[in-house]
């Protein structure tokens, strides 16, 4: 059995090995004030990601009711980022895509009314969920997803407010731009792929001819969002990004300099089915309702990106193992519920 948390804020982070996660636990550190428990199958993320962020691991799966109810025990905020995140697998495989992301977050929802929590941070997507609509992007467009990533994030959106409404569990989805940053060697997102295929020596690929448009908001500027989301009683839907449009050639351009003297180089394929041509988020209502304000330029992020990767040694290639031997289905599994304390 779990122990209450006592006397501090208690939060449990789904998708707690996570890239996200891993910044989000080490601003929770340094802010002090906080007891987390970080829950993740290791799918993806691995309990090493976060040894040493003064978090409680818990290994279990969000599509798993029973290994929720431990782990939510003596929690009252929950922060959601577990999720499969991968667009191009989402359309390979729709239905696994939507059982973690729009079932495991029905899952979350459930477990946190039968135990009573009463505060949800859900990590949601703007580009994917809105598809292809005209810059900058905002709350009030309507979405039209256009990959089944971008739906399934649609769906846990949509869940998150019926609870709200039905069940008075306060939900927050903050619809995340193009994060990036430190801690993100697991990730095919394009700054983690292109200092990987960088520091191996390879070119980068680009899809498309480059002048396509996105919003990359720094990963510690982001985590500042979501402790003021935890530490508000807001809820609905807010997007969270730098607010800066910046095309795929500026990024190689920046990282470019930073990178010198290991040469940038460059290589242009076609442009992928599912993707949102360009991208840019409008954070006025992230300024307005959470304070937020990103602090870091592009170019002090990619530098302090490129400098974590280039001192973790971080691998020049993705796993190679299929995407179902690492998420697989729950269905004659054990749950895993073996907890390590990391501190
Ligand atoms: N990184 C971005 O640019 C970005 C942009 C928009 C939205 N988001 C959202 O933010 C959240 C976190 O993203 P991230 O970049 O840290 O991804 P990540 O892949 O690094 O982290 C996700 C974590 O969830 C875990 N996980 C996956 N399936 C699980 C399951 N069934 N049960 C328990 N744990 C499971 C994985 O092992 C991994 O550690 C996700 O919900 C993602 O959709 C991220």
Redesign the pocket.
């Known amino acids: 059995m779990h122990k209450a948390f006592a006397g501090r804020k208690s939060v449990l982070v789904?998708?707690g090995?996570?890239?996200?996660?891993a910044n989000l636990l080490r601003r929770l550190q340094d802010l002090g004030g906080y007891r987390v428990r970080a829950?993740?199958?290791?799918?993806?993320?691995r309990r090493e990601h976060i040894a040493g962020l003064g978090a409680e691991f818990v290994k279990?799966?969000?599509?798993d009711a029973k290994a929720l109810d431990a782990a939510l025990e003596g929690v009252d905020t929950v922060v959601h980022?577990?999720?499969?995140?991968r667009v191009l697998e989402s359309i390979d495989e729709p239905q696994h895509n939507f059982e973690?992301n729009a079932g495991?977050t029905l899952q979350v929802l459930e477990a946190m009314r039968r135990a009573g929590v009463r505060r949800l941070i859900n990590?949601?997507?703007g580009g994917a969920i809105l598809g292809e609509a005209e810059p900058p992007i905002h709350e009030g467009m309507l979405p039209r997803p256009i990959s089944p990533y971008g739906a399934s994030?649609l769906a846990a959106e949509a869940y998150c407010s019926a609870y709200c409404g039905s069940f008075g569990i306060r939900t927050l989805s903050l619809r995340?731009?193009?994060?990036y940053g430190e801690r993100s060697s697991?990730?095919g997102?394009a700054v983690a792929a292109f200092i990987k295929r960088v520091l191996a020596g390879q070119p980068v690929t680009i899809f498309g001819d480059g002048s396509q448009v996105r919003d990359f908001v720094f990963a510690a500027d982001l985590c500042d969002g979501i402790v003021a989301g935890i530490n508000s009683d807001v809820t609905g839907v807010i997007q969270l990004g730098s607010g800066v449009p910046v095309s795929i050639n500026q990024l190689l351009d920046e990282l470019a300099r930073v990178a010198a003297p290991t040469p940038v180089r460059r290589t242009c394929v076609a442009f992928r089915e599912g993707e949102v041509r360009s991208t840019y988020c409008d954070i006025s209502r992230a300024r307005a309702e959470l304070g937020f304000e990103p602090r870091t330029s592009l170019a002090e992020g990619l530098a302090r990106t490129w400098r974590w990767f280039a001192a973790h040694d971080a691998p020049a290639v993705e796993r190679p193992e299929p995407l179902r031997s690492r998420?697989p289905p729950l269905a004659g599994a054990d749950a895993d519920f073996s907890r390590l304390a990391i501190g």
């Open positions: 789904t998708g090995c996570g890239f996200i996660a829950f993740d199958n290791e799918s993806l993320g279990g799966d969000i599509r980022l577990a999720a499969h995140t973690i495991g990590a949601s997507t994030k995340f731009a193009n994060v697991h990730k997102s998420n």
